[in-house]
């Protein structure tokens, strides 16, 4: 049953959000999971390590999209430009799907575990995005405050974004919360 | 036993990290911290929920301390400069514990679980910053920036401080990152 089903993860990953809003996180198993796609918990394993890693489905590919954007991005750029073509990138990827992101920020601000979890990707993307500045030649203290400022932005217009409307442009979220940092830093005396 | 001991929770913590770099984080148990501290399953508990959060034993005083520093600084400081006081009065906290800090980041590194732990430590100081700044009349959004840009900053002179030498002042390393995350942000071409 269902091995060639098409799309599983996103099947998977929406029965889950499904599940942990009618019965609560704790109270969903794998196989319920499983069974609500369709699809076995051999299949889920698969796909997911756990119950927790089912909410987040896109990451992986996010990851990629901002290294890809990043090793492409000109030269010459500054390091946090660097870091926010890298975003840019990810942003086609998440603007979609608003309300799934409204629902499952719903459940994960519900469970401790959830929000390690969220923390735990966040912490991953900035270094992945680290990473990839490092490999541009730039230092890793540098690269490490470059790529937490970036994911700073990228939190704070992600946040908006799944509080406003759904007509809302990520893109131009972004850009505001990169102006508001930079004019915060630099109202900052210099020692 | 062990009731009316001076600094239970210092020497809870103590023994844990001991246990931790013999045996590990997984095969270490709870009544096995309280035994090697020469105190009970009972007091462990009354000062820690798990023994994940034993290996920060310091966390709600550093919050405490930032928290006090913030209230207290000028009405007229830009917020990052009123984020930057909070986390200089956490330096003189943490100052002392260089070899701890040291032998306890190699237990960290080593555990997925504590990474994470560690992680919602840092996302809790933040949140501690980012509340403060809004008691003091900052947007929230602008808090979440602010906070974030000093989390950067405080991560990566904590970082550099285990790396090196006891003899390295924080502080000085706190003053160097805040320079170069400015500088970073400050490179950014305005769209």
């Known amino acids: 049953m269902g ?5 599983a993860a996103g099947r998977l990953s929406r029965a889950a959000l499904e599940l942990y809003e009618e019965r609560g996180f704790e109270d969903t198993t794998v196989a319920e999971i499983a069974e609500r796609a369709g699809l076995t918990k051999r299949t889920f394993f698969r796909h997911f390590p756990d119950k927790r ?17 990043i090793a492409a991005a000109p030269a010459d750029l500054p390091p946090l430009a660097v870091v926010m073509e890298g975003y840019d990138a990810a ?3 998440v603007n979609k799907g608003h309300a799934q992101a409204r629902r499952r920020r719903a459940v994960i601000v519900a469970n401790p575990e959830l929000q390690e979890r969220q923390l735990t990707k966040f912490a ?3 270094a992945v995005v680290a990473e990839a500045l490092c490999e541009r030649g730039v230092a890793p ?3 490490f405050l470059t790529a937490a400022a970036g994911a700073a932005a990228w939190r704070a217009a992600r946040e908006c974004w799944v509080d406003g409307a759904e007509s809302q442009d990520l893109h131009a979220l972004l850009r505001e919360c990169v ?3 930079k004019a915060e830093v630099a109202a900052l005396p210099t020692p």
Chains 1, 2 share one sequence.
């Open 3 to 7: 091995r060639w089903m098409p799309d």
């Open 53 to 69: 890693e089912v909410l987040f489905p896109l990451s992986a590919r996010i990851h990629q999209a901002i290294v890809d954007a």
């Open 91 to 93: 942003v086609d990827m």
């Open 124 to 126: 991953a993307t900035s």
């Open 141 to 143: 203290r540098t690269a």
């Open 179 to 181: 102006a508001d940092l």
